[in-house]
């Protein structure tokens, strides 16, 4: 029969295994939290286009504008003409020939710009709807952003005090646990992604699922010493 102290350090590697995954685990999470923290490509882009947008926006207002003032400055012209024309102040033919044609020439090219001022402002509205669409889609991802960096700075914290936990626990740990075997352990740790240890399952080790020798089987179960699968090396434990 095996007593209690016989099994103490196959216990003390199961319980070093244990921390040893939590850390491992807890380490990734951490790292993937970090790596996510700061601005997404897709929010990158969205502010981007945005912006474009938004410029492309400011051009139209402005060409719009410029089109909107010569327009003005046209009707200015007509008006006095107008007047001047229709007052019975000229007397002379040819004068008021003149005067009509420059009036008709003047009204032909308000006409022309008033074309490209409705043009303008078709162009003026349909770049509003896409500023208006892609600042609402970009404000959206900006809300969706600051509420997983919150989340991803709390579960920082959380992490890596979890982890400085594990660690003053693992270094309790180790502390009770020969070099030589320690050693061991971490080599094979290393050698097949952080398991150490494999547990029996009748004649089989369950980290590889070969089957044992007898004489293997037994000298694990005895617990007397440590003993490895001679297929994948991992310390057995029964």
């Known amino acids: ?13 199961r319980r070093l295994q244990e921390s040893d995954t939590a850390l491992d685990s807890r380490r990734a999470s951490l790292d993937d939290a970090e790596a996510r923290l700061g601005e997404s490509e897709e929010l990158i882009a969205a502010r981007a286009h945005e912006g474009a947008l938004a410029a492309a926006l400011r051009q139209a207002r402005a060409a719009q504008k410029d089109i ?23 007397k002379n033919p040819k004068e008021l020939t003149d005067l009509q044609a420059d009036i008709d020439q003047l009204k032909r090219h308000l006409s022309a710009v008033e074309d490209r001022d409705l043009e303008a402002l078709t162009a003026l509205e349909a770049a509003e709807n896409e500023h208006r669409a892609a600042a609402a889609e970009l404000a959206a991802l900006e809300a969706a952003w600051s509420d997983e960096q919150a989340g991803l ?4 914290e959380t992490l890596s005090t979890e ?4 660690d003053t626990e693992r270094g309790e740990q180790v502390a009770g646990i020969t070099p030589e075997m320690l050693r061991t352990y971490n ?25 044992l020798p007898t004489n293997v089987v037994n000298k694990a ?16 434990y029964a």
């Open 1 to 13: 029969m095996v007593s209690t102290r016989d099994m103490t350090w196959i216990n003390d590697l």
């Open 68 to 90: 909107e003032l010569e327009a003005d400055d046209l009707k200015s012209k007509i008006a006095p003409a107008e007047t001047k024309l229709y007052s019975g102040a000229i």
């Open 153 to 156: 700075k709390e579960r920082i």
């Open 163 to 166: 982890i400085a936990e594990y």
């Open 187 to 211: 080599h094979i740790r290393i050698a097949h992604q952080g398991r150490a240890l494999a547990k029996l399952d009748r004649n089989l080790c369950t980290g590889c699922r070969i089957s």
């Open 221 to 236: 179960r005895t617990g007397n010493a440590l003993v490895q699968c001679p297929n994948c090396e991992r310390i057995l």
